[in-house]
């Protein structure tokens, strides 16, 4: 069936209390997510057109379909589609990727599922609960990294390590517990290292 058969088949009416109901819920759901723990985390907005907007139209895509003869199967396989989309013109993180994943699925579920509204808050706070859990420093010690640019080169040796690690704390402030060194410039008398510690 094609895109014109299933516009056809589809009735505007059917955009009902029912439709505007699934999407209230799975607007708030993603606006805690996203507003409440992922920007309260980052404070990042830069992708907050990514996440509204690919959770949006997989909601209205997915409702759209569900209204026509459709498989499970086809179903899982346009999700798939959407969750492995990036942006070529700029890297995305594992953690934004992660909640790009998390709006897909939230628009997904809200849009498809057969139980009640009840059941659609349920799961959407769930997901919510847990990536609070695991976002939040309280219940998970959280490592964070940084890239520095070190012009000592002679403590970069292995022998010298404890006294890099000494130093990087000094310079920085920085409570690091571990290091990795990437790379060495003998001809600049620099090194790139990465330098782990866990957040206050």
Same mark, same amino acid.
Request: hydrophobic content about 50%; charged content about 20%; proline content about 0%.
């Given at each position: 069936?094609?895109?014109?058969?299933?516009?056809?088949?589809?009735?505007?009416?059917?955009?009902?209390?029912? $439709?505007?109901?699934?999407?209230? #819920?799975? $607007?708030?759901?993603?606006?805690?997510?996203?507003?409440?723990?992922?920007?309260?985390?980052?404070?990042? &907005?830069?992708?907050?057109?990514?996440?509204?907007?690919?959770?949006? #139209?997989?909601?209205?895509?997915?409702?759209?379909?569900? &209204?026509?003869?459709?498989?499970?199967?086809?179903?899982?396989?346009?999700?798939?589609?959407?969750?492995?989309?990036?942006?070529?013109?700029?890297?995305?993180?594992?953690?934004?990727?992660?909640?790009?994943? *998390?709006? #897909?699925?939230?628009?997904? *579920?809200?849009?498809?599922?057969?139980?009640?509204?009840?059941?659609?808050?349920?799961?959407?706070?769930?997901?919510?609960?847990?990536?609070?859990? *695991?976002?939040?420093?309280?219940?998970?010690?959280? /490592?964070?990294?940084?890239?520095?640019?070190?012009?000592?080169?002679?403590?970069?040796? /292995?022998?010298? &390590?404890?006294? *890099?690690?000494?130093?990087?704390?000094?310079?920085?402030?920085?409570?690091?517990?571990?290091?990795?060194?990437?790379?060495?410039?003998?001809?600049?008398?620099?090194?790139?290292?990465?330098?782990?510690?866990?957040?206050?």
């Amino acid at each position: 069936m094609n895109l014109l058969q299933i516009l056809n088949n589809f009735s505007f009416t059917e955009l009902n209390a029912a $439709m505007g109901f699934r999407y209230v #819920i799975n $607007m708030v759901a993603v606006f805690v997510l996203i507003r409440g723990i992922y920007y309260n985390t980052y404070h990042r &907005k830069d992708l907050f057109l990514t996440f509204f907007s690919f959770n949006t #139209i997989i909601f209205f895509v997915t409702y759209l379909l569900n &209204k026509v003869e459709m498989t499970t199967g086809a179903a899982f396989g346009l999700f798939a589609v959407f969750s492995i989309l990036r942006y070529r013109t700029e890297g995305i993180s594992a953690k934004d990727m992660t909640y790009v994943f *998390l709006c #897909i699925a939230i628009g997904l *579920l809200t849009a498809v599922s057969n139980g009640s509204w009840l059941d659609e808050l349920l799961i959407c706070a769930l997901i919510i609960i847990l990536t609070y859990l *695991l976002e939040s420093s309280k219940w998970v010690k959280k /490592e964070s990294s940084k890239t520095v640019y070190y012009d000592n080169i002679q403590l970069v040796h /292995e022998s010298n &390590k404890e006294k *890099l690690l000494q130093d990087l704390i000094l310079r920085t402030g920085l409570t690091i517990h571990r290091i990795e060194i990437v790379d060495i410039d003998f001809l600049k008398d620099s090194s790139k290292i990465i330098v782990f510690y866990f957040e206050k």
